[in-house]
T-cell receptor
Framework: EAQVTQNPRYLITVTGKKLTVTCSQN?????MSWYRQDPGLGLRQIYY???????DKGDVPEGYKVSRKEKRNFPLILESPSPNQTSLYFC??????????????FGPGTRLTVL | GQQVMQIPQYQHVQEGEDFTTYCNSS?????IQWYKQRPGGHPVFLIQ?????EVKKQKRLTFQFGEAKKNSSLHITATQTTDVGTYFC?????????FGAGTTVTVRA
């Protein structure tokens, strides 16, 4: 089944404790991205990647890191999480790129709470 | 990213009625996508509009792209309980997709 998977689905952590949220897609998509969703703000793009080893900042990259060593995986890293990073996170992928109007396939989401 | 305003933020609809949600931009958009997110779920792609004045239909859903490509709308006829959720417009530019804040729809049976 074609899908985007994220792990973990739920995470409660404490300020300053490094964490990684994994994202994997099995559709051979070039483009992957991370969004955070907060009430009243819609989805805001954190980082995106157009291909292996190519990443770029989205609208809200502060406090996050990403890497794209393999085509299928695009982990989101929070080196020192803070309470304002408490949010619902979505990973998405598409065949080419968002600018080309490609349909974005979203993962199920990761609900992160930072105490 | 490109800023779009979605109105209304909330839409309470009687089952069987029609409603429209709007997406407005101060700048010209290259194209615009629409997504639906069910409660507790993830966004799911509905449609993409590219051409000025474009109109596309999906059963009871009608999507329009304005002549000036600065606004878009989603019209749902004969609302059903399955239409519950949040509808997002998302203009894309280069390789970035920007989402509006969404219109959250509830349906009274």
């Amino acid at each position: 089944e074609a899908q985007v998977t994220q792990n973990p689905r739920y995470l409660i952590t404490v300020t300053g404790k490094k964490l990684t949220v994994t994202c994997s897609q099995n559709m051979n998509h070039e483009y992957m991205s991370w969004y955070r969703q907060d009430p009243g703000l819609g989805l805001r793009q954190i980082y995106y990647s157009m291909n292996v080893e190519v990443t770029d900042k989205g609208d809200v990259p502060e406090g996050y890191k990403v890497s794209r060593k393999e085509k299928r995986n695009f982990p989101l890293i929070l080196e020192s999480p803070s309470p304002n990073q408490t949010s619902l996170y979505f990973c998405a992928s598409s065949l080419l790129g968002a600018g080309g109007g490609d349909e974005q396939f979203f993962g199920p989401g990761t609900r992160l709470t930072v105490l | 990213g490109q800023q779009v305003m979605q109105i209304p933020q909330y839409q309470h609809v009687q089952e069987g009625e029609d409603f429209t949600t709007y997406c407005n931009s101060s700048t010209t958009l290259s194209n615009i996508q629409w997504y639906k997110q069910r409660p507790g779920g993830h966004p799911v792609f509905l449609i993409q509009l590219v051409k000025s004045g474009e109109v596309k239909k999906q059963k009871r859903l009608t999507f329009q792209f304005g002549e000036a490509k600065k606004n878009s709308s989603l019209h749902i006829t004969a609302t059903q309980t399955t239409d519950v959720g949040t509808y997002f417009c998302a203009p894309s530019n280069d390789y970035k997709l920007s989402f509006g804040a969404g219109t959250t729809v509830t349906v009274r049976a």
